[in-house]
Each structure stands twice: as structure tokens, then as C-alpha cells.
């Protein structure tokens, strides 16, 4: 499977994990100039904008998914988060967070597991 699919497939079961956290999605792929981010969604709980990154694995031969976000990578979603609030016209909270959500799939490709890590 390639990376792109990979990826594509970790997002999927991060939206429905959140879907039933009574989250709501209101953008995937968000893209700017400094980078991309995977979900934004609006976590009703806590009345926050959650900006997601999702790391997708299938084994943990170069680490697990929560430690393949670098400083440099976050950098980038905050600056992302940043365009998007400045942007945007949507009506949404003024809090917000960067959350990360890892996706462990096992060697076929089922999902093992999920870890998700508010506010990293």
C-alpha cells in the first residue's frame, strides 16, 4: 500500500473515532503555503477547535505514531492553524488546540489501535 493510501486510510478511522466523541468535522485537508492539516473539528465538550494530525502506522520500526511529530512539523500546523483561523468565515470557537491522533494497523492493514493526545 502506498504512503498516500496509508495516510487516506488513518484519516478515515480518525473522523470516525471523532465523529463519535460528538465531535464535528468541518474541514479535512486543510492546505497553506507552510503546510497541510489532516481534520479540523469543533470538540463540543470542550467548545474548542481541535486541529488534527494524524499519524498512521503499520508497525513500529521507526517509532511509534505519536513520536514522528517533529518540531518542525508542529511548527507548520501552527502556522497552518493560524491562516485558517485568519480566513476563515465560518463561525467557530475562539479557543483552539493541536491534537494528535496515532493509527496502528496491523500488517494487513486492519486497525490495531488508536491513541489520541489533546492539546500536544
Do not use: C, H
Amino acid at each position: 500500500m502506498k504512503t498516500i493510501e496509508l495516510g487516506k486510510l488513518g484519516e478515515s478511522q480518525a473522523q470516525n473515532y471523532l465523529n463519535s466523541q460528538n465531535y464535528q468535522i468541518i474541514e479535512t485537508n486543510f492546505r497553506s503555503k507552510f503546510g497541510e492539516i489532516d481534520i479540523i473539528a469543533i470538540d463540543y465538550s470542550t467548545n474548542e477547535l481541535a486541529f488534527v494530525e494524524v499519524k498512521t502506522r503499520t508497525s513500529e520500526t521507526f517509532g511509534s505514531p505519536a513520536e514522528s511529530l517533529t518540531r518542525t512539523k508542529r511548527n507548520r500546523i501552527i502556522k497552518t492553524a493560524l491562516i485558517f483561523l485568519n480566513t476563515t468565515t465560518r463561525n467557530i470557537p475562539r479557543r483552539w488546540r493541536i491534537d494528535l491522533i496515532g493509527i496502528q494497523l496491523n500488517s494487513e492493514y486492519k486497525f490495531q489501535d488508536l491513541i489520541y493526545l489533546k492539546n500536544i
